[in-house]
């Protein structure tokens, strides 16, 4: 804890590049991770005899596990001892990324009906399912050997170790020569001792991420050629899970082959010898930003693949789903912003006046002040990727409270009875407040009453209602209550039974 102390102290231009923004993306990589975990628990649990359940909710843990460990030596500044067990977490890494790139070679198949792909639908349903991380391992170790072996295959890993000015102590994992500057300067003495770490790029991810780009491009381009509307109702997925699908693929593809290109060029970096005697930890930031760009990419990617495979799979089995992964989504980009914003003013604010941590309270306070319509315009991207959805139980429940409005009016009976359902159904009071707000947020309002008297010839009598205003904005707030403001300039909140007209006093502080 100590270091983070000396870090946050010490923020400057080299200090955020090669310190600070490795752990943030180590953070992300972790809080990546432990989403992507839960939210393959939930698809597995969801339907565990579905085999496409079973094949995204695996594909899913991969995604994550490889988001964890892809930056994990950049979690805290590791002594030089740990070398080869950092080293090691790149097997994880490889492996995960094996596995990745057999199953999204193998994803249309769930999609499309041809013979061969209901083979290849048969063998992930199978317990072959169960022992592919054992294949990947395999896979991933017969192509180290059949590069040289690892370090040869993914490349050397560089630790320099400072307890204080001078000559650092270096070490390398495979023996080879430490390219970098070995002398720990003086403008860091305030932070040591801490260590920095790098990690090389050998032949193999050249290679395979580009194949599992290509993979991922084959597979997206297959999912696109599915025409939504001609859609079997015999079929095992719906267009909102299509579409879906596609679109966590697409956004996977786009920031895959941004992190193939930085590789590539990476991979020319190392053998050219560009970066021969380039400082670790100050100085020279390219490569720092280079490899946190490259490694921010990756993980990015899984987040937001995550976030669309389980709406798409999740929509209608799990309560709330929706509304969950829009706050997961809305409030990951929040964060994000507000670390390049406190990356930013910090570094600005160090280039101006020398101090630095007056530009991250400055930051600080232009967050909380534009908090508000900044999550509110987070908030209506998140609703365009992720449109709200109601699973079998919640659509129940919305049928009944359809018939009990019907009149206009809810009696105490036809309520106990709504309670009762609900109840039955596992919905909450907040849940329930959400469901019916949104009822009458999107259910056609003031049709005609239609009567007649059975066998007596009487005429249908209709009831005209006056035209309403319109609803100009409705949203609920973090309390979970629901507002809506009129075209007439009226607000209203919704009470669990009627819609309660805002007081003028409280409709300007809303």
């Not at 895959?256 to 050219?272: C, E, F, K, Q, R």
């Amino acid at each position: 804890m100590s270091y983070f102390v000396r870090l946050f102290s010490n923020l400057n231009e080299s200090t955020i590049v090669h310190f600070l923004i490795p752990h943030l993306i180590s953070v992300l990589g972790f809080l990546t991770a432990g989403m992507m975990l839960y939210l393959a628990v939930l698809i597995y649990r969801a339907n565990p005899d579905n085999a496409k359940n079973r094949f995204l909710s695996f594909l899913l843990a991969f995604e994550g596990l490889g988001a964890g460990a892809l930056n994990f030596f950049g979690t805290y500044p590791f002594p030089v001892d740990y070398i080869d067990s950092l080293y090691s977490v790149r097997y994880v890494s490889g492996s995960t990324g094996m596995i990745r790139l057999l199953f999204y070679a193998s994803i249309a198949a769930f999609y499309f009906d041809k013979k061969w792909m209901q083979s290849v639908r048969a063998l992930f349903a199978s317990k072959i399912l169960w022992l592919t991380p054992v294949i990947g391992f395999v896979l991933f170790i017969a192509t180290l050997s059949a590069l040289g072996g690892d370090v040869q295959a993914m490349g050397d890993m560089y630790m320099l170790e400072c307890d204080g000015p001078g000559e650092g102590n270096n070490e390398t994992y495979g023996g080879t020569e430490f390219i970098f500057n070995t002398t720990c300067p003086v403008s860091l003495e305030p932070m040591y001792p801490l260590s920095a770490t790098k990690i090389g790029v050998g032949p193999l991810q050249p290679i395979l991420v580009p194949m599992t780009a290509l993979f991922l491009l084959v597979s997206t381009v297959a999912l696109y050629r599915i025409d939504p509307t001609a859609i079997d109702a015999r079929a095992s997925f719906d267009e909102r899970e299509l579409r879906a699908v596609r679109f966590g693929f697409v956004i996977k593809l786009i920031f895959l082959v941004g992190a193939t290109a930085l590789i590539i060029l990476a991979d020319s970096l190392m053998n050219s010898g560009d970066l021969v005697g380039s400082d670790i930890i100050q100085g020279d930031l390219f490569f720092s930003a280079f490899q946190s760009i490259t490694l921010f990419m990756n993980i990015f990617g899984s987040f937001m693949m995550g976030v669309l495979f389980a709406y798409a799979i999740l929509k209608q089995d799990v309560l709330g789903i929706d509304e969950q992964l829009r706050r997961t989504f809305t409030g990951t980009i929040f964060a994000a912003i507000g670390a390049v914003a406190f990356i930013a003013g910090t570094e600005l604010m160090e280039n101006i006046i020398g101090v630095g941590w007056v530009g991250a309270v400055l930051m600080g306070s232009v967050l909380i002040t534009t908090r508000k319509p900044l999550l509110a315009s987070i908030s209506s991207v998140s609703n365009l990727l992720l449109p709200e959805v109601h699973t079998k139980d919640e659509d129940a429940y919305l049928e009944l409270y359809k018939l009990a409005v019907e009149d206009g009016n809810i009696s105490e009976k036809e309520r106990t009875m709504l309670n009762l359902q609900a109840q039955s159904y596992g919905l909450s009071i907040k849940r329930i407040t959400h469901l019916e707000a949104w009822h009458h947020a999107n259910e056609p309002e003031g049709i005609a009453q239609q009567s007649a008297s059975a066998g007596l010839g009487a005429p249908a009598s209709a009831t005209a209602r006056p035209v309403e205003p319109s609803i100009m904005h409705q949203w609920t707030d973090d309390s979970g209550y629901t507002w809506r403001r009129m075209s007439d300039g009226t607000s209203y909140w919704w009470s669990g039974t009627d819609w309660q007209l805002v007081e003028p006093s409280e409709n300007s502080e809303s």
